[in-house]
């Protein structure tokens, strides 16, 4: 089974400041990664993923996210944060349903609120 | 393109009343589908998943129940609402590819 630790609950900056939300996983079998962003009173819409290759996948926003195996970690990064990026975070994991003791049902962290502050 | 329906947005309700939250899915056939539960601080709790019709796991024991009466609609039922079944209920869907994607979401609110 997949498990996914989002370290901080909620993380304060100021706007055009650089952010990292950090996210670990556990899983015994090679995985598929995922951000999602939440905006208030919305559904999840997917940020980026990785899922093989450049360990290193970018979104169109100014995101990106590092694949880093030796450490289980899927961190998210962005170098300048903009009022708009205020939401909720959450960081996912799933495995190949071919893998033995794969799924490939999403299991999430418990989220990260960034708040952006003028 | 495909699409995603839930409905409804917000929804209160009396305890011990039933509850019937639908989800349908456009442009895609023999999805998966998933109902997720979101409280605040916990994340996303994953209640149900469903690789075809008829055919419903159960991820949690719990006072809800799951249908899938056609290729791409899901239903959450309840027949008796209790005060801890209050969250956001979220429908999701996947296909060949490994990522999910969402509805906006039903805040149920039971008082």
């Known amino acids: 089974a997949q498990s996914v630790t989002q370290l901080d609950s909620q993380v304060p900056v100021f706007e055009e400041a650089p952010v990292e939300l950090r996210c670990n996983y556990s899983?015994?079998?090679?995985?598929?990664l995922f951000w999602y962003v939440q905006y208030p009173n919305q559904g999840l819409q997917l940020l980026l993923k990785y899922l093989s290759g450049s360990t290193l996948v970018e979104s169109i926003n100014g995101f990106e996210a590092e694949f880093n195996k030796s450490q289980t970690s899927f961190h998210l990064r962005k170098p300048s944060v903009h009022i708009s990026d205020t939401a909720e975070y959450f960081c996912?994991?799933?495995?190949?349903?071919?893998?033995?003791?794969?799924?490939?049902?999403?299991?999430f962290g418990k989220g990260t609120k960034l708040t952006v502050n003028p | 393109s495909q699409t995603i329906h839930q409905w409804p947005a917000t929804l209160v309700q009396p305890v011990g009343s039933p509850l019937s939250l639908e989800c349908t899915v456009e442009g895609t056939s023999n999805p998966n589908l998933y109902w997720y539960r979101q409280a605040a601080g916990r994340g996303l709790q994953l209640l149900f998943y469903s690789v075809g019709i008829g055919q419903i796991s159960s991820e949690v024991p719990q006072n809800l129940s799951a249908s899938r009466p056609q290729d791409r609609q899901f239903i959450l039922s309840s027949k008796k609402l209790l005060l801890s079944d209050s969250g956001f209920y979220l429908c999701?869907?996947?296909?060949?590819?490994?990522?999910?994607?969402f509805g906006q979401g039903t805040r149920l609110t039971v008082v």
């Open positions: 899983s015994s079998v090679s995985v598929y």
């Open positions: 999701a869907w996947s296909e060949t590819r490994p990522e999910a994607f």
């Open positions: 996912a994991v799933s495995a190949p349903r071919e893998v033995q003791g794969g799924s490939e049902k999403l299991v």
